[in-house]
């Protein structure tokens, strides 16, 4: 009865095998979508709105595509960091919602994503946005105090991470989690995913070390990122702060989409504008 028991369980033994190595080897596809739309679809300008595309090095020798859009009497300035998938055309809506609150935009794709040069990689993702940050402070002579640094879903642990190095004005969190080990456990209940492991992008950690003003905007029916992980971000925060409840799912529960949803986030970044 053993043996036959064993013979049974076996094949299914190889197979969980099987998944955890290929989960293990090839986990950054997991995360990454690079190739989700990689063509730019729009510009700015097909929205009314002047922009320059510029080109930015990265510490370690990548180039990276982004835009920067400006308003005028620009009370900012908005350093943007986009989700997993897709690249920055695919942004659009952000880029008019910020120059419609009169904050200037520079939106970046990572290293792999748009036209960028590289492979993604979580360590990749911070040396992007350390380069885009020297950018907005040596190109644009921005203030940290000026600096808005914002991010959705993936892009927000890329900004917590920024954020957690220097003093920006505020940080706005859209639609995130408190770490990839996190989401991962609960999405894939089945596997050992703390064990397994190699990319953390662990947004709690980060804002222990964040002095700066958040902005945690979340839906209730988020269907990729559970709704309690923007509240835990926001008990984990330190004041000032504050929190938006939002609806919709995952990808169209987009800030952008309410004007009263707009308006609270322009009210807290006014709340913490940079004295001149």
């Not at 999405?187 to 070390?209: E, H, M, Q, T």
């Not at 269907?223 to 925060?237: C, E, M, Q, S, W």
């Amino acid at each position: 009865m053993r043996r036959m028991l064993w013979e049974l369980l076996l094949p299914l033994v190889i197979a969980y095998g099987a998944v955890l190595v290929l989960v293990y080897l090839f986990q950054s596809h997991l995360v990454f979508f690079p190739s989700t739309g990689r063509e730019a679809v729009v510009t700015p300008r097909s929205y009314g709105l002047h922009f320059e595309t510029v080109r930015i090095s990265t510490a370690d020798g990548e180039t990276l595509d982004a835009w920067w859009v400006p308003a005028e009497n620009a009370r900012g300035v908005v350093l943007f960091f986009h989700g997993n998938a897709g690249n920055i055309s695919h942004r659009i809506d952000y880029l008019q919602m910020f120059h419609r609150l009169r904050y200037s935009t520079l939106i970046v794709d990572y290293r792999g994503y748009g036209k960028s040069s590289g492979t993604p990689s979580e360590a990749g993702t911070y040396r992007d946005a350390g380069a885009a940050w020297q950018y907005l402070l040596t190109e644009r002579a921005a203030r940290p105090q000026d600096i808005v640094i914002a991010g959705e879903s993936l892009g927000a642990a890329v900004a917590t991470w920024l954020a957690a190095q220097i003093t920006p004005r505020a940080v706005v969190l859209l639609s995130t989690f408190t770490s990839v080990n996190d989401l991962g456990a609960q999405v894939y209940w089945f596997l050992p995913v703390r064990l397994l492991s190699r990319i953390g992008y662990d947004n709690l950690a980060n804002l222990k070390r964040i002095r700066a003003p958040v902005f945690v905007a979340h839906s209730r029916d988020d269907d990729i990122v559970p709704y309690t992980h923007g509240r835990k971000l926001f008990d984990a925060a330190a004041e000032p702060k504050a929190f938006l409840e939002m609806r919709g799912g995952h990808n169209d529960g987009f800030i952008f989409t309410q004007p009263e949803w707009v308006a609270a986030l322009g009210d807290f970044l006014d709340r913490h504008a940079a004295a001149k």
